[in-house]
C-alpha cells in the first residue's frame, strides 16, 4: 500500500537499480537471485531490511548535513543571537527503524538557555 511518497526523478531511479544489482548480487551470489523454493515472504524480509537501512542512512545523513547548511540568522531568537555550543547526536524513531543524526546546540547567553533551532529543516515540516 502506498503511502505519502515523493516522485522520484529518472537519475535516481537509475542509480537505485544499478545499486540494488550490486547489493542482490552480495546478498545471493552470482545468480543474483535466492536459491529456487526461497519463498515470496523471504525475499520481501530481506528487501524491507535493505530498504530500511539504506533509509535509515538516507535520513540520518540528510537531516545530519543540514548543520553546515544551517544560515546565521538561525541563531537569533527574538532579537538575541545565540552563542553555537557545538553539535549533539539525536536519536529519533522512524518508520525504518532508529536513526541518528547530528543537531546544533546553542546557548543565549542574555535569557540564560538553550537554544535549538528551527528554521527551514528537519522537522519543522517546510522544505
Known amino acids: 500500500m502506498a503511502k505519502d511518497r515523493v516522485e522520484l526523478?529518472?537519475?535516481?531511479?537509475?542509480?537505485?537499480?544499478?545499486?540494488?544489482?550490486?547489493?542482490?548480487a552480495i546478498l545471493y551470489g552470482e545468480a543474483?537471485?535466492?536459491v529456487w523454493g526461497t519463498?515470496?515472504?523471504?525475499?520481501?524480509?530481506?528487501?524491507?531490511s535493505v530498504g530500511?537501512?539504506?533509509?535509515?542512512?538516507f535520513m540520518g545523513a540528510s537531516a545530519g548535513g543540514q548543520v553546515s547548511e544551517m544560515p546565521p540568522d538561525a541563531l537569533v531568537c527574538e532579537g538575541e543571537e545565540a552563542q553555537l555550543l557545538g553539535?549533539?547526536?539525536?536519536?529519533?524513531e522512524t518508520e525504518a527503524g532508529r536513526v541518528e543524526y547530528q543537531t546544533v546546540q546553542a546557548y543565549l547567553p542574555k535569557s540564560r538557555r538553550a537554544f535549538f533551532p528551527s528554521g527551514e529543516g528537519a522537522g519543522d515540516g517546510r522544505r
Open 52 to 57: 530500511e537501512e539504506l533509509s535509515r542512512r
Open 32 to 34: 543474483g537471485c535466492p
Open 87 to 92: 553539535t549533539t547526536a539525536r536519536p529519533l
Open 39 to 48: 519463498s515470496f515472504a523471504e525475499i520481501e524480509r530481506v528487501a524491507m
Open 9 to 24: 526523478s529518472e537519475r535516481v531511479q537509475q542509480r537505485i537499480a544499478e545499486c540494488e544489482a550490486d547489493v542482490r
